[in-house]
């Protein structure tokens, strides 16, 4: 699987740690500055859902693996700290700019959150460092998958965009017109257009890129034209017609040698594993003694 591939699967299923994470500590935070537990969160007729009931039901679906993400990432910064590891902002930088290009759903919402996406990174990056302290990789075998694989240390050109999906030109002329008066994009995408997912977001598609199929090649075409902030003259799509915002670009670069070298070395090792990238492998180590008492956290 390619490093872009990766990273997309990871950047999901962090996403969705993250938002399991903060619901259920939430939840527990505001309870803990409650005097009783027994307030009703919900009635169903003349019964009650108390907020106890609720937690306890949180504990048992999600309640073990939020402990575990929690005791994982405390013993990646214990490893870090015992073998004095750390890593680069640049080497996060590169890796979250890699995400924003890759992850098409990279919205504007999560992107206000680009402290914690590093941190996310940050983390990952240091548990290859850890698993991989120990593996020596010949200069000439990094050059040799350097060369072999540098598409892998491109990032395109990508367009952060919002849109809004109508069903006639008609329809799309006038809301361009409302929009050159001042209305608000988001709201009016809300409102009218017929792309509902997005429209739940205010029209943001998020990022996208030369050659992605998720959506009309038109896309790119004008956002190439586009300055930040500025909508598109009506665009031709199978749904009707649509108008672009270009809300931000990020442009093209390629990577030296030098530059991915380390993230070259940790990729081989990591391929060689026998065993999944995971911080569990390093509990022993670490000493963990945990809530749920057995030695395999899996």
């Not at 996406?117 to 350097?146: A, F, G, H, M, P």
Request: glycine residues 4%.
């Amino acid at each position: 699987m390619g490093k872009k591939q990766l990273w997309m699967i990871i950047a999901a299923l962090v996403f969705i740690n993250c938002l399991t994470v903060a619901f259920f500590l939430t939840r527990v935070n505001e309870v803990n500055g409650l005097a009783a537990n027994d307030e009703a969160v919900a009635t169903v007729g003349k019964k009650e859902i108390s907020r106890q009931a609720w937690l306890n039901e949180l504990e048992a679906k999600y309640g073990k693996d939020v402990l575990k993400e929690m005791v994982n990432q405390k013993v990646i910064e214990e490893m870090a700290a015992k073998y004095n590891i750390k890593v680069s902002d640049q080497d996060v930088g590169r890796e979250y700019r890699i995400l924003q290009t890759t992850y098409n759903t990279f919205s504007q919402k999560n992107h206000q959150n680009e402290t914690k996406w590093k941190e996310q990174i940050r983390s990952s990056l240091l548990l290859e460092e850890i698993l991989t302290k120990d593996v020596s990789v010949s200069n000439r075998e990094l050059k040799r998958y350097y060369t072999k694989n540098k598409n892998l240390f491109s990032v395109p050109a990508a367009y952060h965009l919002s849109h809004i999906v109508v069903k006639t030109k008609k329809e799309a002329e006038t809301a361009a017109k409302e929009l050159a008066h001042g209305s608000s994009f988001s709201a009016m995408a809300m409102e009218r257009s017929l792309e509902e997912f997005s429209a739940n977001e205010g029209g943001d598609i998020g990022y996208i890129s030369e050659g992605d199929e998720s959506f009309p090649k038109q896309y790119i075409t004008a956002a190439k034209k586009l300055k930040t902030k500025a909508v598109s003259k009506p665009i031709k799509v199978k749904e009707g017609y649509a108008l672009l915002k270009l809300d931000g670009k990020i442009s093209g670069k390629s990577y030296s040698y030098n530059e991915v070298k380390d993230q070259i070395r940790r990729q081989i090792a990591l391929e060689q594993m026998k065993t999944p990238a995971s911080a569990s492998i390093l509990w022993d180590e670490a000493k963990v003694n945990w809530f749920y008492g057995d030695k395999d956290p899996n």
